[in-house]
């Protein structure tokens, strides 16, 4: 394909601007829309998310896997941000499908939504993409405001409003910390591009007064990516805004944007500052212990379900940043590739799981009933076998127990830790994760074991319930065929 | 280490293969028929998997080549690239008949459920197909990550066993057998991890095997391990999940709980723990032989004060258990062949036993001794049969049940006198908690008027009960076919366990 040659500077951010193209046009063809249902503008969103897809993987098979840069290299189009941003897609269109009825059952449905939705998709593209601080933080804050809104868009809901405004208070702290931590380090090595900011890095690493210079940036840019993640002690958004937002706003938020944070931590850290390894990786052996104890513990004190998975999503980010703090040892970075790689597997594996658990509290919640305490689920083996069967799946995954996907997420970045030689670490992670599975099999023994409240059998669209059983079958065939994804990651890692 | 790699393929048929995967499919199948509805179609499909499964087992047997310590009807596929993990299948003399005697009890729990569970009866059959589908893989696995996978699947189908069809205080029993076992195999995946990482990326349980290790790493991967393996046992002190889960389960659950799942410990100490730490093993032999013996000693005095049938026979499995591992601790052929052979018999008997309590129960809804009383009177082809398998739990000569113990004090007299003397207490104690709950519950007079409305077995109840009778006396006078499949396998463990790999 002939392209002029100004032309081609573009092409790498071809996702970008075709997701761009489909919001704006989104923004219109609501308006013109028939309101009842808006089956118009979900499909129009859907084509979008589609057609960034068939871009990325345009992008993806024309350059053949290398790297390619744009905008003067703020902008990157590597292997992993193609792998990414295919997650990031396959998790917003399983969020469309899943969040319809229930939005459409609280008059939700609005074009705001899903708006909003492709432009947090854009945020996290962008983050994924990001070759420099300026681009990390742009995407950043697109993604961020637009799932402030979101979680605000039921505004006559007290418990929506407040965590939309607890999250925005915190949100900004963190951007402000996140920004003071660049600058701290833009003013040490005098650039903003990440590849610039290593190369500075690895030269200034070595003199004591610059090197302290850079690592007390380095404790804000930590905290910033903490913050996103949802790591102890920056965890305290994490169980307002699960349980206070729509629970199709809970599903998008736990989903997707935990591959943008992991992004944005593998081009900060990695990309830019895995000469200061040493620093950040202590600093991340604290919050990952902390947050799988602060996480598992608390989640077992919990009633209601929506709370509980935010606790457990607390424990797994935790968890998975294991894999991010194993890769460098004595300044050797030989299994490097396998503890990032097994950390994004976790990623990837932990979105697919969170998707299925709050896509079944969709699926469960009707008009006018909302699905989110434990009791909800009770009894759920005899009023739908199937489901039952598909939640059994998503919790024993969560819960790490063999032969589902979760199993072999914890395997892999337990391996990494092992391989660094941090055994007490992996003893310490196998321990929360027993702890953490009490409260998966809780829900399973409600489901299994109780009686129904209401013995009323569970319907919904016909959509979702193929995309909700592919979903939790796609846990169990990850589980027997682990390979490919391992591969993907593998593979991903290793371009950067 | 070439040695490990696969032999040229002789069988072309995948038997463990398909010992795994036909169960499996057929629990699938059975799931896959919906709800109660064809509730008869779901039990013939069961028993169909059941039988099915058990038959092409039978090769693995009559193909076995005695002469050598190789493994055998070995699979090989590369699984996972990046981890190095194999589908690796083979089972030699130690494993290869843990597979059969797993087939065979998984046919009997489908007739013995066959009417007994009416409600779920697809869900019930499925987990029990499943289940044997996965602890086939255990014995049958070469690869430390596919054995993980297959110890730990186990956990969701009994989880779920016992609590959709179990007593009373299921959900209870379920949560802390689950729990329990799940702490024990967590620390077992860093200590296998571990071993990943010294043995330069292999996860196959042979390379390990000739892997030298110095002692002080032996002895730590030797308590992550025991843990995991002392869980499913179970031994003294970690043994508390056992009577609840006994206890609340189906019938069903109680014998392949019994039957199968507690060998996976045992199993887990001879493919693991000896071979890969036997030097750690000789240091702390001392220690898992004081455990073992406060199993037989202590165990057996608490099985003598219950109430509760089938709590009493939890409590004996956990005792005959104990017997077990002392056996492989002493380090002889009569030992870890005792050991072995108890495993078997224990099978047998354990089965047996959890199946007459359930022949009871079914009739009665009562497990407490206090209730009955008389019953040779009303039922007295159960009480013959139940007098078979009692004699069998206490150890009398020419039952399987004194084969296995025979040979361990054997082995034992070889280590130390006293050794053997504590150990042969279990015959006393074996004896006394046995034929006492029967005499307290076959013999006497008629206790009450439920007692003497009893019906004697079905059909189907004695087919089944039957089947075990023929095989606990079968093993107990000719044991040569059980035990000569071991020789190799045991001797070539023990000449490895004798060799310091420091």
């Known amino acids: 394909m002939k392209l002029p040659a100004s032309w081609l500077d573009f092409l790498p951010a071809l996702p970008e601007i075709v997701l761009l193209a489909g919001a704006c046009g989104l923004m219109i063809f609501d308006l013109y829309a028939k309101k009842e249902n808006r089956a118009g503008s979900v499909l129009f969103a859907s084509l979008a998310v589609f057609a960034a897809a068939l871009a990325t993987l345009f992008v993806l098979f024309g350059s053949g896997g290398q790297l390619l840069y744009a905008f003067n290299g703020l902008f990157v189009a590597d292997l992993m941000s193609h792998v990414l941003k295919l997650g990031a897609y396959l998790a917003v269109s399983l969020a469309l499908v899943y969040s319809r009825q229930y939005m459409l059952d609280r008059g939700l449905l609005k074009g705001e939504f899903l708006t909003l939705l492709l432009f947090a998709l854009l945020g996290m593209m962008v983050m994924m993409s990001a070759n420099s601080f300026l681009t990390v933080y742009l995407g950043l804050e ?30 900004a702290l963190a951007s402000g910390l996140l920004l003071y931590g660049m600058s701290m380090i833009y003013g040490a090595t005098g650039t903003l591009a990440i590849h610039e900011v290593a190369r500075q890095v690895a030269n200034l690493a070595t003199h004591a007064t610059e090197r302290t210079f850079l690592v007390f940036g380095l404790v804000f840019v930590v905290a910033g990516i903490a913050f996103k993640l949802g790591l102890v002690p920056f965890h305290m958004w994490i169980p307002d805004v699960y349980h206070g937002a729509p629970t199709a706003v809970t599903l998008v938020i736990g989903s997707a944007p935990k591959l943008a944070a992991f992004a944005m931590a593998m081009r900060l850290l990695v990309n830019g500052l895995l000469d200061l390894a040493a620093d950040w990786q202590q600093m991340l052996v604290i919050l990952s212990v902390l947050s799988m104890a602060l996480g598992n513990l608390a989640a077992i004190a919990q009633s209601n379900l929506k709370r509980m998975l935010a606790y457990s999503t607390i424990a797994h980010m935790g968890f998975m940043l294991l894999g991010l703090l194993s890769g460098v040892v004595g300044g050797n970075w030989l299994n490097a590739a396998d503890a990032y790689a097994a950390a994004m597997f976790y990623t990837l594996v932990y979105v697919l799981m969170s998707l299925g658990a709050f896509g079944m509290l969709l699926y469960l919640s009707s008009k006018g009933f909302e699905c989110e305490t434990l009791e ?121 | 280490m070439d040695d490990v790699n696969p032999a040229p393929m002789t069988h072309t048929v995948p038997l463990l293969s398909l010992a795994i995967w036909v169960p499996i499919l057929f629990g699938l199948g059975v799931l896959a028929t919906g709800g109660d509805r064809n509730a008869s179609e779901q039990r013939w499909l069961a028993l169909a998997g059941a039988v099915t499964g058990f038959l092409v087992t039978i090769p693995l047997w009559l193909n076995f080549d005695l002469g050598t310590a190789e493994m055998q009807f070995v699979e090989f596929t590369p699984w996972i690239a990046q981890f190095n993990v194999n589908y690796h299948l083979g089972v030699d003399g130690i494993s290869m008949l843990f597979v059969l005697l797993n087939s065979f009890i998984t046919v009997l729990v489908v007739v013995a459920g066959w009417s007994v569970i009416d409600t779920r009866v697809a869900q019930y059959m499925g987990a029990f197909l499943i289940m044997s589908g996965l602890l086939n893989g255990v014995f049958a696995a070469l690869d430390a990550v596919l054995f993980y996978v297959f110890f730990e699947g186990t956990l969701i189908p009994m989880f779920i066993i016992i609590g959709v069809w179990g007593g009373p205080n299921r959900v209870y029993a379920a949560v802390k057998f689950f729990l329990y076992t799940l702490m024990g195999s967590l620390l077992m995946l860093v200590a296998l991890l571990y071993l ?160 007459c309590v359930g022949v009871l129960y079914d009739r009665m809804h009562s497990r407490m001794i206090a209730d009955y009383g008389g019953v040779v009177n009303t039922m007295p082809k159960f009480a013959s049969l139940m007098m078979l398998f009692a004699m069998a739990n206490s150890g009398l000569p020419a039952t399987s ?102």
């Not at chain 2, 084969?403 to 207490?425: C, D, P, Q, R």
């Not at chain 2, 908690?433 to 008027?449: C, D, E, P, Q, S």
């Open chain 2, 401 to 502: 049940g004194f084969v296995g113990e025979f040979m361990v004090i054997l082995g034992a007299m070889k280590a130390n006198f006293w050794l053997a003397f504590a150990a042969a207490t279990i015959m006393v104690f074996g004896a006394a908690y046995t034929l006492w709950m029967y005499k307290r519950v076959i013999f006497g007079a008629v206790a009450n008027h439920h007692v003497r409305e009893l019906k004697d077995l079905n059909g189907r109840e004695l087919l089944v009960l039957g089947l075990l009778a023929a095989a606990v006396l079968a093993m107990g006078v000719y044991p040569l076919p059980f035990t000569e499949v071991m020789h190799a396998s045991v001797n070539e463990l023990l000449r490895h366990v004798a060799q310091p790999k420091i």
């Open chain 1, 142 to 171: 697109l993604l961020s405001l637009c799932l402030y809104a979101m979680v605000a868009l039921n505004r006559d809901s007290a418990a929506s409003t407040e965590a939309a405004m607890k999250y925005f208070v915190l949100g």
């Open chain 2, 196 to 355: 990943y990482g010294k043995s330069g990326g292999s996860f196959a349980i042979l390379d390990w095997h000739a892997l030298p290790l110095p002692l002080g790493v032996q002895i730590l991967l030797f308590f992550g391990l025991l843990l995991a393996f002392a869980v499913k046992v179970p031994m003294w002190p970690v043994h508390t999940w056992l009577p609840d889960a006994h206890t609340e389960a189906p019938t069903g659950g109680s014998v392949v709980l019994a039957a199968i799942l507690l060998k996976l410990g045992a199993y887990g100490f001879v493919r693991f723990t000896l071979p890969i730490l036997p030097d750690a093993s000789r240091e702390l032999a001392w220690l898992m032989i004081s455990l073992s013996l406060v199993a037989v000693v202590y165990i057996g005095l608490v099985a003598l004060v219950q109430t509760d049938m089938k709590k009493l026979i939890a409590y004996s499995s956990i005792s005959h258990m104990g017997f077990v591992t002392l056996g492989f601790f002493v380090f002889n052929a009569y030992g870890v062949e005792g050991g072995l052979v108890q495993m078997i018999s224990h099978g047998f008997v354990s089965a047996a036993l959890f199946l």
């Open chain 1, 376 to 496: 909800d689920m009770k009894g759920l083996n005899r009023r739908n076998p199937w489901f039952a069967f598909i939640m059994l799946l998503a919790m024993f995954s969560l819960a790490g127990v063999p032969p589902t996907a979760g199993f072999y997420a914890k395997l892999s970045v337990l391996s990494a830790v092992v391989a660094a030689g941090q055994i007490w670490l992996a003893v310490v992670a196998v321990i929360f994760s027993l702890i953490g599975a009490f409260y998966y099999l809780r829900v399973v023994k409600l489901m299994y074991f109780d009686e129904p409240k209401d013995a009323t059998p569970v319907e919904g669209d016909r959509d979702m319930r193929v995309l909700l059983s592919a979903n939790g079958l796609a846990l169990l065939a990850i589980g027997i065929v682990p390979q490919p994804l391992m591969w993907i990651c593998y593979v991903s890692i290793r371009s950067l």
